[in-house]
């Protein structure tokens, strides 16, 4: 798959576009691009199309709007100290976005390809990046299924898009957020879509984020889905654990089991805090052993990760069993130490000792 770059003949000018990077938020605004590829059954891939930002038209009968055949993916594309941007594990992204696409019974990407179209809206849009340490171009992949007409099957056609916008902090870094535990509502059973970023997972969870709203929480924390007491993850994030203090400290995270999805940032954590000196566990951890070892002391600190918030503090849990607060509620010293290493890393300021950052410009 080639990409084609026919770029906005009309980009955002310079002062403008400044103007927004420096209040950017998170998905207020958009770079001048995005990319665009469409697949059929009976073709396959076509060229991929580097064109102006804008609207796309779709048919009311396109299967997408009644069928859900829908993936996406998150990424980051951050400045470097001398002026260049890399993105961080793209690979990684790509093979999730393969295996999502897989599971939504979508077309794969070919080898390369969704790699070389982020690499090429970047280049493109290399001024929106933000330069900031702890700011980004956050970008989004994603694929509908595009065939027209009502149909329970999979979709013959599917078309794959790629904007951008630039991200300041997801959350305010010095608060620790307020989380209510659900037990009335799950994210993801086993055999289900838990492992894949599709756009049902989310728009299932929106229910109980509004019931935690309506406690007076940030986010909700999910409970597997067979016995109603392993903890999981919050929203879209996976949550780190901190029992102990100090050299001393294990850095402990919900294991893996089918239900959960496999976060970048959950998988770079467990290597940047082994290499910090800290033991790391995957593990299957309770809300009684959450509510005891806060309150034995045990568990020190915890926080949630994910690419758009890459590391948030948890100060406090409430739930229909109680409320517990971790340590003061404050983010702690391991929880900041590990978010500092893992942006230092990103933004090319401590050395990357796996390969994981990827120069694009």
Excluded at 37 to 57: H, N
Aim: net charge negative.
């Amino acid at each position: 798959m080639k990409v084609i770059s026919q770029p906005n003949a009309n980009p955002v000018p310079d002062a403008d576009r400044e103007v927004m990077v420096n209040a950017s938020g998170f998905g207020k605004f958009y770079t001048d691009n995005m990319v665009i590829a469409q697949w059929s059954e009976a073709d396959g891939w076509q060229d991929a199309q580097l064109q102006a930002y804008g609207p796309i038209s779709l048919d009311p009968a396109t299967a997408v709007f009644h069928y859900g055949q829908e993936i996406f993916e998150g990424l980051k594309a951050y400045s470097q100290p001398d002026g260049g941007i890399s993105l961080f594990r793209p690979e990684a992204n790509a093979a999730r976005f393969n295996r999502s696409a897989a599971r939504l019974a979508l077309p794969e990407m070919p080898d390369g390809a969704f790699t070389e179209t982020v690499m090429a809206l970047v280049r493109q849009d290399r001024a929106w990046t933000p330069a900031k340490v702890g700011e980004s171009l956050y970008i989004r992949p994603f694929m509908i299924a595009t065939e027209v007409g009502l149909g329970v099957r999979p979709s013959n056609k599917a078309t794959y898009l790629l904007i951008a916008t630039p991200a300041s902090a997801y959350f305010n870094v010095a608060n620790a957020v307020t989380v209510w535990i659900s037990t009335e509502y799950v994210r993801a059973a086993p055999g289900g879509t838990g492992e894949a970023k599709c756009g049902g997972n989310y728009a299932a969870s929106l229910v109980a984020q509004k019931a935690a709203a309506l406690e007076g929480c940030d986010q909700v924390v999910w409970l597997d889905a067979v016995e109603r007491k392993w903890v999981e993850e919050m929203g879209g994030m996976n949550l780190y654990f901190i029992k102990g203090s100090g050299a001393d400290a294990t850095v402990v995270t919900p294991k893996l089991t089918g239900t959960l999805l496999p976060g970048i940032t959950r998988d770079s954590i467990l290597t940047v805090a082994a290499d910090l000196g800290y033991k790391v566990e995957e593990v299957m951890l309770s809300v009684d052993d959450w509510r005891d070892g806060v309150a034995s002391g045990e568990i020190t600190e915890i926080f949630a990760c994910g690419t758009a918030a890459v590391i948030t503090a948890v100060g406090m849990a409430k739930s229909s069993m109680g409320t517990w607060q971790t340590a003061d509620g404050n983010p702690g010293k391991i929880t900041l130490q590990i978010r500092e290493h893992l942006l230092g890393i990103q933004h090319g300021i401590i050395e990357d000792k796996h390969g994981w950052n990827v120069r694009v410009c």
